[in-house]
Nanobody
Framework: QLQLVESGGGLVQPGGSLRLSCTAS?????MGWFRQAPGKDREFVAW????????YYADSVKGRFTISSENAKNTVYLQLNSLKPEDTAVYYC??????????????WGQGTQVTVSS
């Protein structure tokens, strides 16, 4: 069973930045991030293929968030810039075995809280 461990959440003011990190216990086809805001359904944020050749972003974060990786460390990052209060959510690191989906993932981390507030 693949293990995912996230870090990097916290409290930030609107317009600020954060970087989330996630390390997997092994190699996977792709790694990514989902989030769940209070009272809302979990939603896709971004995916990155292991080769780095393919990325997917939710429309709500395009141009503000960037997903990247260090394959040697089985680690994926999510750089969050120009944060808005509506970005407040628990962010979950995810991994896919053989294909990415925009509605779910094969593996999930425990989640890290991001709060955007003045």
């Amino acid at each position: 069973q693949l293990q995912l461990v996230e870090s990097g959440g916290g409290l930030v003011q609107p317009g600020g930045s954060l970087r989330l990190s996630c390390t997997a216990s092994g190699r996977t086809f792709a790694m990514g991030w989902f989030r769940q805001a209070p009272g809302k359904d979990r939603e896709f944020v971004a995916w990155l293929s292991y080769t780095g050749a393919t990325t997917y972003y939710a429309d709500s974060v395009k141009g503000r968030f960037t997903i990247s990786s260090e394959n040697a460390k089985n680690t994926v990052y999510l750089q969050l810039n120009s944060l808005k209060p509506e970005d407040t959510a628990v962010y979950y690191c995810t991994a896919a075995r053989i294909m990415v989906r925009l509605t779910t993932a094969d593996y999930w981390g425990q989640g890290t809280q991001v709060t955007v507030s003045s």
